[in-house]
């Protein structure tokens, strides 16, 4: 194929998947913005809100090592990558008929499940396109696209809670954008039917030993970090925020996310790993302003723990 074809059919397939990703960011963060003071009206406790969000991202990261592995022995990309965007289409609405807490935490651990299976496979699939644009630039244009559907998914839920006053129902708005996320992935797959085949592996490299050092440190340091879900559920709890607040406010935090990403990023490129000091000392202090902090500490604690997660 000549090149300036084969660079426009990368894009426009890189935008097909961006769209996609727009859509599931809807979807999963627009819930994630307001599961815990939903899991707070089903009855359920702080521990157990704490326990629920941290076993769902525990299951999103840990289970990507065996799809991913799964997913390059049968290179069955697109069929894995649809199934867990499928279990986002189910999950996620069936929140909103969730009798009680227990029910609601299968649920989020279902989708869970369902990212942590599609995700390697489909960045397999995008990285096979960036690697005719430029991974740096590839990666980066669906990135914006996922966090501006990341910004529009709390925002939407905002709007409806702010409606009905009620969490529950909330849930049944962020199925249009997760059937879109689904129907945007099998365009995809109609328009590109090549796209799938990934280059020949150059083998496993063995890892340096500072990698090993990187990902302890990160593995303590998320061991301390609170997550959004029990912030929202104490904002409910105590009445620091109204509950349309709680996902106006998620909303903001991927807001700050995308921008600290950016400028922390940069600042890495020039002056290393010491810059990641600052998002640290951020993100702790999301937890005394949040807790302690008062209606004055609520923006600042958001903020924090949305610098950090940025950084």
Known sequence: MDPAKQRT??????????????????????????????????????AQVGLI?????????????????????????WTITISGYALNVV????????????????????????????????????????????????????????????????????FAVARSNLFGPAFLRLGIPAVLALVALLTARAAYPARGVPPPSKGHQPLPKVFWIYVASAGFLACGFVDFPLL????????????????????????????????FGRLFDRYGIPVLTFGILASLLALPLGFLGGQAGVIASVACWATGLGA
Request: net charge positive; glycine share 12%.
């Open 53 to 77: 969000a941290g076993l769902g991202e525990m299951l999103a990261a840990s289970l990507r090592f065996f799809s991913g592995r799964f997913a390059d022995r049968t290179h069955a990309y």
């Open 232 to 263: 929202g559920y104490h904002f409910q709890k105590t009445g620091l925020a109204k509950p349309a607040m709680i996902p106006l406010l998620y909303s903001g935090a991927m807001a700050v996310n995308g921008i600290t990403a950016l400028i």
């Open 91 to 158: 999950a996620v609405p069936l929140l909103a008929f969730a009798g009680n807490w227990q029910m609601a935490a299968l649920l989020v651990i279902v989708e869970r499940t369902g990212k942590a299976l599609r995700g390697p496979a489909r960045d397999v699939l995008l990285s096979e396109a960036t690697n005719v644009v430029g991974h740096g630039w590839g990666f980066g244009l669906h990135a914006a696209l996922d966090q501006a559907g990341a910004m529009l998914g709390p925002l939407l839920m905002a």
């Open 9 to 46: 059919s990368a894009i426009r397939f890189i935008v097909c998947l961006g769209v996609v990703s727009f859509f599931a960011d809807m979807t999963y963060e627009g819930a994630h913005s307001i599961i815990g003071p939903f899991l707070k009206d089903l009855g359920a406790t702080a």
